[in-house]
């Protein structure tokens, strides 16, 4: 394909070049502008790791490693060749590399590309806000990785192989970045050329129907399930669940066990509003959702949230900070083993129910 410039008198050819001969280096150049507009070949992608290689072998390095909106890894290759070189092998391998990675050592490895680029954000609030989560959840985190080719030009085996893989359910992309030199200035024509643009919504309905298979295994969870699970995870620990879950049971509205992940979560509705009061994750944590319930009322209140947070630091072994009311923050269930610590635990929960439905107190 060519790209032509038009003219009053003609239609001129623009004439093609190569990043060499432009003088666009791949790392220096080519990387360092993409990973400032990543979305120019892979869009709604968030980059979190330059050169990323945690592993033994550290020659081995993932161009740009990136996250995308459905929280699935993306790993992009560059390639300023005119043939891709064996660019897909590399990146299967990378791929394979990252797919175990979770969401705490993502968050690692956003920080220190944040810290390498000068940037100072808080890595773990970015990616929750990209994803448009509330809280992390490893069994939603990088349930696939995806692979992102850039090169002038794919030769005809990465193509064929790259078509036959992407059969076979793995999602890889070639988008081609061909240079053009117009009176001295490169320009740069972008294509995805595998899959099709056409092609495209067949494969955003095999991913949808992917992830409505996990959320229908997710559905699962229930009261046994979750204190089964929880037993299994912190041993003795799961009775002070079930003390927990006594107790609160008849004071809300009900108790969900779990999304993708086993956890017990006591909520009011109330006045067409939404509280959930605290959640217990099977693997043992708490979390406190300060951040949650300040945006509903009476938490909105400065000094209302203020004094929940004295009250939970009652809690003997807790003791929040007040920037802790912008977050959500956890700690072990084990606390609340401590002589006393459950009992100020329940106080505290029980003046917020208070707060919430005043004529039920």
Not at 56 to 62: A, F, L, V, Y
Not at 94 to 102: F, K, N
Not at 168 to 179: A, E, M, N, S, W
Not at 244 to 265: C, F, H, K, S, Y
Request: proline share 4%; hydrophobic share 40%.
């Amino acid at each position: 394909m060519a790209i032509y410039e038009i003219t009053k008198d003609q239609i001129r050819t623009v004439t093609e070049t190569s990043f060499g001969k432009a003088g666009v280096r791949e790392r220096g150049d080519l990387q360092r502008l993409l990973r400032e507009q990543i979305q120019i070949v892979s869009p709604e992608t968030l980059v979190i790791g330059e050169e990323f290689g945690e592993w033994e072998d550290s020659r081995r390095r993932i161009d740009l490693l990136g996250l995308d909106k459905t929280g699935n890894l993306v790993v992009i290759e560059l390639k300023r060749t005119d043939d891709g070189g064996h660019m897909e092998l590399q990146a299967i391998r990378y791929a394979a590399m990252v797919s175990q990675m979770t969401f705490d050592q993502a968050v690692e490895a956003y920080a220190n590309y944040l810290e390498a680029n000068g940037r100072e954000e808080d890595a773990r609030e970015a990616m929750l806000s990209f994803l448009d989560w509330e809280e992390p959840n490893d069994d939603q985190f990088a349930q696939d990785v995806r692979v992102v080719l850039v090169s002038a030009e794919f030769s005809k085996e990465i193509t064929t192989s790259v078509m036959w893989l992407n059969e076979r359910g793995l999602d890889i992309r070639c988008v081609r970045l061909k240079p053009y030199n117009l009176d001295g200035r490169t320009l740069v024509d972008v294509q995805q050329i595998i899959p099709l643009p056409e092609a495209n919504e067949y494969q955003i309905q095999l991913r949808e129907k992917k992830q409505q298979e996990r959320k229908a295994r997710s559905q699962k969870w229930d009261e046994a399930a979750f204190m089964q699970e929880l037993e299994k995870n912190a041993g003795s620990l799961v009775d002070i669940a079930k003390n927990v879950n006594r107790w609160i049971g008849p004071l809300v509205d009900e108790i969900t066990w779990g999304q993708a992940t086993g956890r017990m979560v006591p909520t009011i509705h109330e006045n067409g509003n939404r509280y959930q009061l605290f959640v217990i994750r099977a693997d043992g944590m708490m979390v406190v959702r300060f951040a949650y319930l300040r945006l509903k009322p009476p938490f909105d209140a400065e000094p209302v949230m203020n004094e929940f947070l004295d009250r939970i630091n009652e809690v003997p072994g807790l003791s929040f900070g007040v920037e802790a009311l912008a977050k959500k923050p956890t700690f072990p269930l084990q606390v609340l083993a401590s002589p006393g610590a459950l009992d100020k635990f329940k106080q505290a929960i029980e003046w917020m129910i208070e707060k919430i439905r005043p004529q039920h107190g």
